[in-house]
T-cell receptor
Framework: AQSVSQHNHHVILSEAASLELGCNYS??????LFWYVQYPGQHLQLLLK??????LVKGIKGFEAEFIKSKFSFNLRKPSVQWSDTAEYFC??????????FGAGTRLFVKA | DTGVSQDPRHKITKRGQNVTFRCDPI?????LYWYRQTLGQGPEFLTY????????KSRLLSDRFSAERPKGSFSTLEIQRTEQGDSAMYLC??????????FGQGTRLTVV
């Protein structure tokens, strides 16, 4: 069965620190990849997505992610985090056309 | 607000009672999904509609759960004879063909 693994459940950073959140998936076929973010009290929102083409994807708010097919990975990065980036981040994979499978999430806390 | 709308936002019910949740997707989206999210986990897929047709149900969806989308627009999720283990956030999402899913705020169910 397909699965998504996020490496860290909790991350604490100071403002201006760099961020990298790991995500690996298990599926050998074609995938669409996503990172969603959930700010406190808000609904899940799309941060960025990869469908095809350039494996380095840029999203909103300065986030980017790199798809490395050989490693089944789609890690999320941001060079300098802000206090407002405090949220929960979910990596997700869509296979077979419609079902999106989510990782367990990573809670990021950015200290001001 | 033209996003995905869910009602109610919160529901507290006694064990053994039936509950029904409603989801109004984004109007032009023909795909509709239900997910369940518990504390510390990512959203888990429950079921999927394309227009009015329910095309897949997760094995997480026991016989006590039923979902409908009678006219291909709004959808309802009913849980019969609720159990404490049903306590969770129930998320609805919608999408056009082959793009990311847009999520609602969710309905938080507490079974006491």
């Amino acid at each position: 069965a397909q699965s998504v693994s996020q490496h860290n459940h909790h991350v604490i950073l100071s403002e201006a620190a760099s961020l990298e959140l790991g995500c690996n998936y298990s599926y050998g076929g074609t995938v669409n990849l996503f990172w969603y973010v959930q700010y406190p009290g808000q609904h899940l929102q799309l941060l960025l997505k990869y469908f095809s083409g350039d494996p380095l994807v840029k999203g909103i708010k300065g986030f980017e992610a790199e798809f490395i097919k050989s490693k089944f990975s789609f890690n999320l990065r941001k060079p300098s985090v802000q206090w407002s980036d405090t949220a929960e981040y979910f990596c997700a994979v869509k296979t077979g056309g419609f079902k999106t499978i989510f990782g367990a999430g990573t809670r990021l806390f950015v200290k001001a | 607000d033209t996003g995905v709308s869910q009602d109610p936002r919160h529901k507290i019910t006694k064990r053994g009672q039936n509950v029904t949740f409603r989801c109004d997707p984004i109007s032009e989206h023909n795909r509709l999904y239900w997910y369940r999210q518990t504390l510390g986990q990512g959203p888990e897929f429950l079921t999927y509609f394309q227009n009015e047709a329910q095309l897949e149900k997760s094995r997480l969806l026991s016989d006590r759960f039923s979902a409908e989308r009678p006219k291909g627009s709004f959808s309802t999720l009913e849980i019969q004879r609720t159990e404490q283990g049903d306590s969770a956030m129930y998320l609805c999402a919608s999408s056009p063909l082959n793009t990311e899913a847009f999520f609602g705020q969710g309905t938080r169910l507490t079974v006491v």
